[in-house]
């Protein structure tokens, strides 16, 4: 299904040479992910089998995917036009359309509803920043980060694909925003100790694995400290989270500015 932040038609198929290893891991390792499981892999295999500069890529920047690569791009359908290969990309570059609108990480605030539609005093709500340390986890092109640091004394954004940490980077220099740092990592294992943050804020990460991601954020969580669920408005109404609230988090509702339902969540570590 469709979520409405890519116009594929827009994006080169060159957009895979700048996937990163896991997410050519996620792509490719198992395609329980999509709901037309033989669709994806007549696309990318006949997307793959012209392009093979970005089948090299993929191989070689993901080891462990290769054979997959070679049976797709073997089982392609054979004499394709060009306009059926065109069509094959735009189909493979729609089926991931996160992993292809964070190559262009300067569309995002307009073209994702997370961003387009949020307005910051909603997570000013859930804590008072004020002089503190925040982390801000699976930041993307930093709609959590930059906005705490409007507040907070300084805030880290891990996020673990290049392309949006270079575009946060970017906007820091840019804009002299003194009080941000980006680098790597993921919500499984954090690079931090136990106890650092004052705050630890997210939104759209967790929910692959979530025992094990919400015990990640509040091990980097002070005592005392809060962690917070915030993903932004959607177009389309946001779930409760029962997960959540079984574990400890308060849930906080509001309608939000394309007038859908929206959950946002927080908890005080002890
Ligand atoms: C939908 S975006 C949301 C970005 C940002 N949190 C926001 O709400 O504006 C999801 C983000 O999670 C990141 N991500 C994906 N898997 C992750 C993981 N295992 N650990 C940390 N971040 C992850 C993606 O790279 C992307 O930046």
Not at 16 to 43: C, G, P, S, Y
Not at 57 to 69: D, F, G, T
Not at 166 to 171: A, I, L, S
Request: aromatic letters at 10%.
């Amino acid at each position: 299904m469709s979520i409405g932040w890519i116009k594929a038609k827009e994006y080169s198929f060159n957009s895979f040479l700048l996937l990163e290893r896991f997410q050519i891991r996620l792509m490719l390792e198992n395609d329980a992910w999509t709901h037309d499981k033989a669709k994806w892999r007549k696309a990318a295999g006949l997307a793959l089998a012209a392009n093979p500069s970005v089948a090299w890529y993929l191989k070689r920047r993901c080891p462990e995917c290769a054979s997959i690569v070679d049976k797709l791009t073997t089982e392609a359908p054979k004499g394709a036009s060009a306009r059926e290969v065109r069509a094959a990309e735009i189909a493979a570059l729609s089926s991931v359309e996160d992993f292809t609108i964070y190559t262009t990480p300067e569309k995002m605030a307009q073209s994702c509803d997370f961003m387009r539609g949020w307005n910051k005093e909603r997570l000013f709500g859930l804590a008072d920043l004020s002089g503190k340390t925040a982390l801000d986890v699976g930041a993307g092109s930093g709609r959590l980060a930059f906005a705490a640091a409007e507040k907070a004394a300084w805030v880290y954004a891990s996020e673990p694909v290049g392309t949006l940490r270079e575009f946060m980077r970017d906007k820091i220099t840019k804009e002299g925003i003194a009080n941000v740092r980006v680098l790597d990592g993921f919500v499984e294992s954090l690079p931090f100790p136990d106890n650092t943050f004052d705050i630890v804020m997210s939104g759209h990460v967790v929910g692959d694995d979530l025992g094990k991601e919400l015990a990640e954020l509040e091990r980097v969580c002070k005592p005392g400290g809060w962690l917070l669920n915030v993903p932004g408005d959607s177009e389309n109404d946001l779930p409760s989270q029962p997960e959540l609230i079984r574990r400890g988090w308060e849930e906080l509702h509001y309608v939000g500015s394309f007038g859908k339902n929206v959950f946002i969540h927080r908890k005080r570590k002890t």
